[in-house]
């Protein structure tokens, strides 16, 4: 059957493509965010307001779904993992030592003040996958020293 795509609409030879499509949308999933597992709880609470609006909207949170979808079914299922990294991750985030709280003396550095787990938030609001590539990418990192890990 042939298939007639191509109108001509005068002599001067005008033409008017037709593309058929059965849907043509554009649905970009990496901004789709997922609620953290409640071992991570903690940690979103931590966050600057600014540091925390980077992690569920900005580039870390896209890196991560991103990987996750893509390395999904390669990762094993590892629930309780998972659960103690997110439990281990708390602990130290609610460490007074680490942890100031975000205030006005600090002046135009307050949004910045406190730990920066931007990656373990973007990673906990992504999805258990996101969750343990970030986990295998923090593993992997203490292998090498800081120039070869980046070279890798």
Same mark, same amino acid.
């Given at each position: 059957?042939?298939? *007639? ?28 965010? *997922? ?25 870390? %949170? ?70 343990? *590539? %970030? ?18």
């Amino acid at each position: 059957m042939a298939s *007639v795509n191509r109108f001509t609409s005068s002599a001067a030879a005008t033409y008017l493509e037709l593309a058929p499509a059965l849907a043509n949308f554009n649905f970009d999933f990496a901004l789709y965010k *997922v609620e953290a597992p409640k071992e991570f709880q903690p940690v979103g609470q931590a966050l600057s307001s600014l540091r925390r609006s980077e992690a569920e909207s900005g580039a870390p %949170h896209i890196t991560a779904r991103k990987l996750g979808a893509l390395f999904d079914r390669l990762i094993p299922s590892t629930p309780e993992l998972l659960k103690a990294y997110g439990l281990r991750a708390s602990e130290i985030i609610l460490s007074k030592a680490i942890n100031p709280e975000e205030s006005s003396k600090f002046g135009f550095f307050a949004n910045r003040i406190g730990p920066d787990a931007t990656s373990i938030w973007a990673a906990a609001t992504s999805g258990s996958a996101a969750i343990a *590539v %970030h986990l295998l990418a923090c593993m992997l990192a203490r292998i090498w020293e800081g120039p070869e890990a980046t070279t890798i």
